[in-house]
């Protein structure tokens, strides 16, 4: 399966971006690439391999690096307020931000 001119140009329209001639061909020879690697990667043969959990866990234990999924201690009012300080608007402990959804 390979990416065509026109399939450069509905994903452009989809995108609402502008795309010239030139960047256009570098999209599909970018795209068409990508799909090579996708191909590659689908032809080897992973029969009996256990998935990992994390990408690096086959070259050093992850678990270390990790923090523990530990509950932290509460904050007293007085750590609350030192921490809001620098706060441009807030109300009862929590933070104020515009509305940026109309």
Known sequence: MAITEQDVARIAR?????LTSEQSAQAQAELNGILQLIQ????????????MAHPLAA?????????PDAAAATHTAEQRDALMANAPARHEGLFLVPTVIE
């Not at 590659?40 to 998935?51: F, Y």
Request: glycine share 4%.
């Open 14 to 18: 989809l995108a609402s971006i502008e």
């Open 40 to 51: 590659q990667l689908q032809a080897v043969d992973t029969q009996g391999i256990e998935p």
């Open 59 to 67: 070259h050093q234990d992850i678990s270390l690096r990790l923090r």
